[in-house]
């Protein structure tokens, strides 16, 4: 069984993350934004890390990297978190090709789940899949998400306006304060 964890992410895990994206542009570009080239650098996964750790520093994210053995393998994050009668936030994920298939992507979300009403004490977590994005559809049913609906022409990549399932899951925490 191959061993995942997950840890908030460090200025350190840039050129790692750089050397995955980089690797799989082409791969994930039906999955993901265009992005100009200087994000798939060491020092433009630099800036990214530098605003996800503001962000985390202010409430509003708990950034991760996916983790094999000693291998930074992919992100998990939970980001624009919503205080007050939320207590919310959206989960985002993806590991590299090379390491898709061997369940770190799946052990990944459980984690951060865990993350998100042990740490963060948050009431619900939401996410967004393509349509046809049946994978990552399995990982979140499997792990108690249910989809709420359908918005149409919701996210742009590779080219086109893409449709996009909407998920939840109502987590144990989260007392409104």
Known sequence: ?????????????????????SRDK??????LPARPAGFYTPDGQAAVIESLLASHENGLAWPGVVVSGETVVGQVNISSILRGPFQKGFLGYWVSSRHQGLGHTSRAVGLALRIAEDELNLHRLEAHTQLDNLASQAILRKHGFSSWGVAHDHF????????????EKRLTGGHAF
């Open 1 to 21: 069984m191959n061993s995942t964890s997950i840890r908030l992410i460090e200025p350190s895990d840039g050129p790692a993350l750089a050397g995955l994206l």
């Open 26 to 31: 082409q791969a994930y570009a039906r999955w």
């Open 156 to 167: 742009y990549a590779d080219g086109a306006w893409r449709d996009e399932v909407f998920w």
